[in-house]
């Protein structure tokens, strides 16, 4: 048995896949004091409905994956712990002033950013390595020691290392490590070199910091979270979900907890793209990902899922960047808990504030007072108040009412219901705009492209976005309320190894580069032999990060070989490049030669066999139920018509205006619309023209 938790902010989403395949979906409120609580409390829920006590059916499990956010949370809300930087004498402002750039060139009014960790425990050590790993200086070790006891003095909580070329040679960052064992016993560090052999200064840097920031948290989390797992019965593998679309143990992730910052939102396209597969045949599509808080979208294209190497945590240039590549994912404050609201001049708002877990949107009765999009769908008659979350949870449709009506309706001198379809007119049109930047900034027309809807709030307005967007279709899949956990069932072990060696194809170093690529290829033969024992299959990819000469930025190529045996490949490699550059940017020089930076492998561990099986017991407690009344723009109050997930068969179109539900999602289905059911349980929406 298999258990795939994704923590988001408002529910806490479990899926349970047993030995045969079958699949179940559970929900609990997320417990923001204490997450844990809240995966805790989903697992119950499951035993419950199992009739089988919690330690009987944790007993039985053997995979325990995790997607948590945990990491980015603590960044956002600085609840990190107490840092200190040490870096080469002379070089104290890697962290202030990265590397250039501004959002608006002209607007002066946003302040510079603070460093991530602030000056006052930025620390010079006195050494020296030059770009070859000629030793210029050596270590100061009385120096060092002076350092570590002012570290000791301040009480610092975490450590981060980050010395000028240490990439090249980490003597001295290693010698370091040890003298901070010695010294400063208990307190982590990260040692620039071991995480990220990035030929990037600020990058490497900044991905340091964070790392060592996060450390104690996560390590803490992580044993809370194996330990209370166990506690309660698990003896399984626990594995948490990272910003690359895979796995890694949860011990691992407490030692590199930079990896952990995208958990969650990253696997959602990774489910995208199955579904997008098996219903549509289609290789482009926009993932969305509907939460309580936020609206994750992240894409697929000709059948892949697009990387970034600019992984921001708090915006660009005013955050800080992770420096590692990860799942191209947006997002914005905008779900089924986003608050709606009036400014002084008149305009109604819909987020990016919520109304998150706690207290909620209004209907939930649990003292929450603003009007969210959740409250507009309640008072439109799209979810059913005596149907959420199964019946466990029930929902006050009045309450709803009275908050659009005094936050809303009252000050735009409107009806409760045509401001209730303005809130969701907006955050639809919000969403839309998300969808757009993200589509035509990589040059897809989101009008050929199949819209993927995930998460528990995916179901109220993603034929309204298909609509506007002009999608052919809109696919909902049985599984789309626990999107991302999906993903986590469906995602592989994997691990990278990175390594720094500048050549240029002209002069090329085969003899140099080989023996790079045989030592990342031995890192991932020891992982897939230790963390990877048992795989169904391991392969093993490589990648190098190139550029033409004089360029600034990297791109990376996939390799055709783990070994260069001549010229031959040396042109292949070449002609790759022009071909990615191409792709990219619309534009080459095939004439040119070609620098590369870095090299990367990875090696990616399958766990599981087969496809995911349809959701048992999708409509339990329900089945068609007639009609309900139900808003809709243009038409006013009409009878909807009500259809279960379960009671549709496979090819039966039912036209809109309906309302398709389940235990966990409300799927609205405007006037013109169509939807029918797919062989694998998804819905097939085909939106309403404009």
């Not at 948290?217 to 506690?231: I, T």
């Not at 990896?259 to 990774?270: E, Q, R, T």
């Not at 034929?463 to 052919?472: A, F, K, S, T, V």
């Not at 599981?608 to 109050?637: C, H, I, M, P």
């Amino acid at each position: 048995m298999r258990f795939a938790v994704d923590t988001g902010g408002t529910f806490t989403d479990l899926l349970v896949e047993q030995d045969d395949g079958s699949l179940n979906m559970f929900k609990a409120p997320t417990t923001p004091d204490d997450p844990i609580r809240g995966v805790i409390d989903s697992l119950k829920v499951a035993a419950d409905h199992f009739e089988v006590p919690l330690r009987k059916l944790l007993g039985d499990g053997g995979l325990f994956i995790h997607g948590t956010t945990r990491a980015i949370n603590a960044i956002i809300t600085g609840d990190t712990a107490k840092t200190a930087f040490l870096t080469t004498a002379g070089h104290p402002d890697i962290l202030v002033l990265r590397e250039g750039g501004r959002g608006d060139v002209f607007d002066f009014t946003v302040p510079y950013p603070a460093p991530y960790v602030p000056r006052s425990l930025t620390f010079e050590i006195n050494e020296r390595i030059t770009t070859d790993g000629t030793i210029l200086q050596e270590l100061d070790e009385a120096h060092a020691l002076e350092v570590i006891a002012k570290l000791k003095a301040a009480e610092v909580e975490a450590v981060a290392v980050c010395l000028l070329w240490s990439i090249v040679n980490p003597a001295h960052e290693n010698r370091i490590g040890e003298l901070l064992d010695e010294h400063l016993p208990g307190v982590p560090y990260t040692l620039s070199h071991r995480l990220n052999p990035s030929l990037r200064e600020y990058r490497r840097a900044s991905s340091t910091a964070i790392d060592a920031s996060l450390k104690p948290l996560m390590g803490a989390y992580m044993r809370n979270l194996s330990g209370r797992l166990s506690e309660e019965g698990f003896t399984g593998r626990v594995l948490i979900v990272t910003s690359g679309a895979g796995v890694i143990d949860a011990m691992d992730a407490a030692e590199t907890p930079v990896h952990l910052i995208n958990s969650g939102p990253a696997m959602a396209p990774v489910a995208g793209r199955h579904f997008a597969e098996i219903d549509a045949q289609a290789e482009t599509a926009i993932v969305a990902d509907t939460g309580g808080t936020t609206y994750d979208l992240s894409l697929v294209r000709r059948g892949s899922i697009p990387w970034t190497r600019e992984t921001w945590v708090g915006g660009e240039y005013q955050g800080n960047m992770t420096g590692f590549p990860s799942v191209d994912v947006r997002s914005i404050g905008a779900g089924g808990g986003s608050i709606a609201w009036v400014d002084d001049g008149g305009l109604l708002h819909v987020g990016p504030q919520s109304a998150q877990a706690v207290p909620g949107p209004a209907a939930y009765g649990r003292g929450g007072t603003e009007p969210t999009l959740t409250d507009a769908c309640v008072a439109l008659g799209y979810v059913d108040p005596d149907y959420f979350l199964g019946g466990s949870m029930k929902l006050d449709r009045e309450a709803a009412r009275t908050a659009i009506e005094k936050s809303v309706s009252k000050r735009l001198g409107i009806s409760i219901e045509d401001a209730a379809i303005a809130i969701v007119k907006i955050a639809t049109e919000n969403m839309v705009q998300a969808i757009m930047d993200i589509t035509i900034n990589q040059g897809i027309d989101p009008g050929k492209a199949v819209l993927i809807g995930g998460g528990g709030a995916a179901g109220l307005n993603s034929e309204r976005i298909g609509q506007r967007l002009d999608c052919p279709l809109v696919l909902i899949p049985d599984v789309g309320a626990a999107l991302s956990a999906g993903g986590a069932l469906m995602s592989e072990l994997i691990s990278d190894a990175r390594a720094t060696h500048y050549t240029t194809t002209d002069r090329f170093d085969i003899e140099g580069v080989n023996a790079v690529l045989a030592d990342l290829k031995k890192r991932c033969e020891e992982f897939a032999r230790t963390a990877g024992e048992g795989a169904l299959e391991t392969t093993i990819s490589f990648t190098a990060e190139a550029r033409y000469p004089s360029q600034v930025w990297e791109i990376e190529v996939p390799l055709r070989t783990d070994r260069f045996d001549g010229d031959a490949d040396v042109r292949k490699l070449v002609s790759d490049f022009h071909d990615t550059h191409d792709e990219i940017f619309a534009i080459s020089d095939p004439e040119s030669e070609v620098e590369i930076i870095g090299w990367t492998a990875r090696v990616s561990c399958r766990l599981r066999d087969g496809k995911l099986a349809s959701l048992s017991d999708l409509s339990e407690g329900t089945s068609d139920a007639g009609s309900r009344k139900a808003y809709f723009e243009g038409t006013g109050w009409v009878d909807a018509a009500i259809r279960s997930f379960d009671s549709l068969d496979v090819g039966r179109q039912v036209d809109g205006p309906a309302i398709v539900e389940n235990s966990f999602t409300t799927v609205v289905v405007g006037p013109g619309a169509k939807v029918s059911r797919e062989k694998s349980g998804s819905l097939a929406i085909v939106p309403a023209k404009e």
